[in-house]
């Protein structure tokens, strides 16, 4: 990987909001790609031993994303993503809620704002997490969803290099 891509994050408790930018060593199509289908999220989405499971996904406006990360010992945590807004190749929002195996939401959720650019065959992922509540926000940051998405991020760089080879 890359040593000199761009990782940031940072927690903004006032606004219950989360940023996350990140660079990938691929072009736009593939992250995008990678972003947007379900076979391809499963590979890197959740932080190793962790593996992701999509049992849904109708990536529209108004469509959804049901998942789980599941862990080594076969522990499941579910997911509901749902798309509120999509714009081809540049930005998707979603809803997500924490949910049981049912596709049962929990009542809090968070509005996601992920936005693609690319300069010179890098491409930049701006991710903006609004949470509904400041014990929402602290739940994720507990569960360890920041240090998560650094880990998957990392699981990302190996599967675009990967896809890139071929």
Do not use: H
């Not at 990536?59 to 081809?88: C, H, L, N, Y």
Request: charged fraction near 25%.
């Amino acid at each position: 990987m890359n040593s000199t891509l761009l990782l940031d994050f940072s927690v903004d408790k006032e606004n219950k909001t989360v940023y996350m930018t990140r660079e990938f060593n691929a072009d736009l199509d593939l992250v995008w790609e990678a972003w947007t289908t379900p076979e391809l999220l499963d590979q890197w989405w959740g932080p190793k031993p962790f593996v992701t499971k999509t049992k849904v996904m109708n990536f529209d406006v108004g469509g959804r994303r049901f998942f789980a990360m599941v862990s080594p010992e076969g522990q499941e945590r579910w997911f509901i993503q749902k798309f509120t807004s999509i714009s081809p190749k540049t930005n998707f929002k979603t809803y997500n809620t924490f949910a049981d195996k049912d596709e049962n939401p929990e009542l809090q959720g968070s509005e996601w704002d992920f936005t693609f650019s690319e300069q010179n065959g890098t491409t930049k992922v701006s991710i903006t997490v609004y949470n509904e509540s400041l014990a929402r926000m602290e739940k994720m940051i507990e569960m360890g969803t920041l240090m998560g998405c650094e880990m998957q991020f990392t699981n990302l760089d190996e599967l675009l290099e990967t896809l890139c080879q071929k």
